[in-house]
């Protein structure tokens, strides 16, 4: 049989005969691709998935069967389609090593690199030359712009940072990142002393005691930040590592809101610190000193913060000049205690959730001592009385209980108040006081407490900032095997020229004979107006 080809052949069309194939071309028939056995290209490092989409075909002139069915830039030479694969990120081509300190602005090509570099524009400038694994891709856009490079790095920290460029315009977005630091010593965030400039998008995790403007006094964060309308609204998410504490902020038009928490509020600790609108909705841990609130007029109606006192002893929250939390120019926080403060609007501040009765003070297990003096919260101004609980005492031998007021400057035993004093020390058998210590006045008249049958557990209320003389109310009991009690008792100086209430700074606790051979237990509680 003579060779025949079509007569009206279509373009593409092929035509076989006696074994061998042609293609026309639209003007004449050229050679196709003959049929061979199958092609075994798997061992082109690299290309086992891209060239999946290569069936077995014959190849003639370099060019090989469908190869317009390859997803890369190059669909016409597989020389070509081979060597942009090996140029991707997941290429088989080995990682060329750039010179120290290279600039990433200027990796441009297609190709995985590695290096060591402090450039200032790589992602972690700063933090000593640390090693890059870079991989570069290019796509190309057919605009102005120039192709688009991708720039996709890891360090030798842990980081890992992405960002993009256009060659046509010599620019590059910022660094991406998405890091989740392993170092204790936070070298990922190294060169970041303020919350305010963590503004890349990306997952932290880093320390550093010392930062600006952190949610709270921890050292340790993890952070996630995120970008929106066009990275005109930065947020910010934190958290703290083995905490429930967690916070939120947002960045609009460069300027941060208050950090806000999820139910948790977030706290500092502080001692002689001064409240600044930035604290809104804050909880801050008094640990000594003085706090000073902010001048009503530089927040807004509805501030409000927290405190609780976390120390050993009160401390003090004042006023602006000229303005009063609840009346007073400065109010105080006592061990243990929290309080919220409230922007009134006006000149002043006031208080939420704060208790009536507060303890002011707590000895325990004290012994062999001749005197106790409790002198905490008698100069309060908010405080109306003061109420005395001791529980657990006796004395070095048979003796009555005393006590001393005090002034500002210790025991007061004037003879006009001596007198006042010795009306108390009577009963049925005896009331003119012939026997009493008129430097102090009895809690328990004809009671002797010595030894551990023999205690006395009792409490005395005195009032404190009022008008008058001072005064006080006692009641309390002995053990059961003296089969006795501490009746209530009233004692008041009123018509004496003695102490006035709003001098008292204090008690003196003593026994009649002798000194305090043990005391279980002193509490000392303020009863504010």
């Known amino acids: 049989m003579a060779l025949s080809f079509p007569a009206s052949p ?54 090989a069967g469908p190869i317009g069915s390859l997803t890369t830039v190059h669909k016409d030479n597989l020389v070509a389609a081979i060597n942009e694969v090996n140029a991707k990120p997941s290429g088989g081509a080995g990682r060329t090593l750039l010179p120290t300190n290279f600039a990433f602005n200027e990796l441009k090509a297609n190709g995985t690199f590695c290096g060591t570099s402090n450039s200032a524009d790589g992602p972690e400038s700063g933090s000593g030359a640390p090693f890059y694994l870079v991989d570069v891709v290019v796509y190309p856009t057919g605009t102005a712009n120039g192709d688009l490079i991708m720039h996709i790095v890891r360090t030798n920290n842990g980081g890992h940072y992405t960002r993009y460029g256009f060659i046509g315009l010599n620019a590059w977005d910022a660094w991406n990142s998405a890091n989740i630091g392993t170092s204790a010593s936070g070298q990922l965030m190294a060169t970041v002393t303020d919350f305010n400039a963590l503004t890349a998008v990306g997952l932290y995790r880093f320390t550093n005691a010392s930062i600006a403007n952190p949610p709270s006094a921890d050292s340790t964060f993890l952070a996630r930040v995120s970008k929106y309308a066009n990275a005109a609204i930065v947020l910010q998410e934190v958290w703290v590592p083995g905490t429930a504490y967690a916070w939120i902020r947002t960045r609009s038009s460069g300027i941060w809101s208050a950090w806000k928490s999820n139910g948790v509020s977030p706290y500092k600790a502080v001692s002689n610190y001064t409240v600044t609108s930035a604290d809104e909705g804050s909880m801050l841990r008094l640990f000594s000193g003085a706090i000073t609130m902010p001048a009503v007029a530089s927040v807004s109606t509805g501030f409000t913060v927290r405190f609780v006192s976390v120390g050993s002893t009160a401390v003090t929250i004042n006023a602006a000049t000229g303005q009063t939390i609840n009346g007073y120019s400065s109010i105080r926080v006592y061990p243990g ?193």
Do not use: H
């Open 10 to 63: 279509a373009v593409g069309q092929e035509y076989e005969f006696n074994g061998k194939r042609w293609r026309f071309n639209g003007a004449a028939w050229d050679a196709a691709p003959q049929a061979t056995p199958d092609a075994t290209i798997g061992d082109v490092q690299g290309l086992s998935e891209a060239l999946a989409l290569l069936a077995p075909k014959d190849y003639v002139d370099g060019k």
């Open 337 to 529: 205690e929290s309080v919220e403060l409230i922007c009134t609007g006006a000149i002043d501040w006031k208080t939420i959730g704060r208790a009536t009765v507060v303890k002011v003070a707590e000895t325990s297990s004290a012994s062999g001592v001749a005197t106790i003096a409790i002198t905490a919260g008698f100069d309060d101004p908010e405080f109306s009385s003061i109420e005395l609980r001791v529980e657990g005492l006796w004395g070095t031998q048979p003796s009555n209980v005393g006590m001393t007021f005090r002034d500002g400057t210790g025991d007061v035993v004037s003879a006009t108040y001596n007198s006042a004093r010795n009306g108390f020390g009577y009963n049925s058998n005896r009331q003119d006081g012939a026997n009493l210590n008129v430097d102090k006045f009895y809690l328990s008249p004809q009671i002797s407490m010595t030894g551990g049958l023999q205690w006395g557990a009792f409490k005395v209320v005195i009032p404190v900032n009022g008008a008058g003389q001072a005064a006080y109310t006692c009641e309390g009991a002995i053990n059961a095997q003296q089969n006795q009690g501490i009746q209530p008792v009233t004692f008041s100086s009123a018509g004496n020229s003695s102490l006035d209430s709003s001098l008292i700074r204090g008690i003196t606790l003593k026994m009649i004979q002798g000194g305090i051979s043990n005391l279980g237990r002193l509490c000392s509680y303020g009863y504010r107006k």
